[in-house]
T-cell receptor, first 114, second 114 residues
């Protein structure tokens, strides 16, 4: 069964600190790894995504690190702010011409404290 | 503001009612998705439409009936639902390509079954 394991389940970080969320996958056919951010009462919003041909991707304060051999990837949020408090989902899929099935991790509830 | 619009935002219905959820996007995406999300859980895929044809049904009960009348619209018809069907119903869309494309989510319809 295709699975994506995500940890930790919840995370509390002080303002200005680094938030780190980890994911691991089993299916080597996965070739696309997005991260979604979800605020209460809202739908998931795409934050950043990576393909397995690169080991790192950075967009502003958000960085994905990807380790293909270990089948792991992680999200780093630098200089974490209270506005980053949300639930974060990692996901994975393999291309299927519009029939992509996103396999989500279980989610991490991030709280940034002042 | 999301580019995938879902209506209504909230819906309360009895178990014998018939109602419909609506999703609209004007990004030219030809793949559209229905997800179900329970509290504190990741989204679960229900249906995928590719070029207005149903391509994936994740063994969803027949009391949920999807419809894609054109490339911009996606409906989910509901009939004889059960209390356990209470959840956030999310619509998403994406381009169809030879490489994975990001899925863009709406803010969902919060459904409560009495």
């Amino acid at each position: 069964q295709q699975q994506v394991k995500q940890s930790p389940q919840s995370l509390i970080v002080q303002k200005g600190g680094i938030s780190i969320i980890n994911c691991a996958y089993e299916n080597t056919a996965f070739d696309y790894f997005p991260w979604y951010q979800q605020f209460p009462g809202k739908g998931p919003a795409l934050l950043i995504a990576i393909r397995p041909d690169v080991s790192e991707k950075k967009e502003g304060r958000f960085t994905i690190s990807f380790n293909k051999s270990a089948k792991q990837f992680s999200l780093h949020i630098m200089d974490s702010q209270p506005g980053d408090s949300a639930t974060y989902f990692c996901a994975a899929s393999n291309v299927n011409f519009g029939n992509e099935k996103l396999t989500f991790g279980t989610g991490t509830r991030l709280t940034i404290i002042p | 503001d999301t580019e995938v619009t879902q209506t209504p935002k909230h819906l309360v219905m009895g178990m014998t009612n018939k109602k419909s959820l609506k999703c609209e996007q004007h990004m030219g995406h030809r793949a559209m998705y229905w997800y179900k999300q329970k509290a504190k859980k990741p989204p679960e895929l229900m249906f995928v439409y590719s070029y207005e044809k149903l391509s994936i049904n994740e063994s969803v009960p027949s009391r949920f009936s999807p419809e894609c009348p054109n490339s911009s619209l996606l409906n989910l018809h509901l009939h004889a639902l059960q209390p356990e069907d209470s959840a956030l119903y999310l619509c998403a869309s994406s381009q169809v390509s030879t490489v994975n494309q990001p899925q863009h989510f709406g803010d969902g319809t919060r459904l409560s079954i009495l």
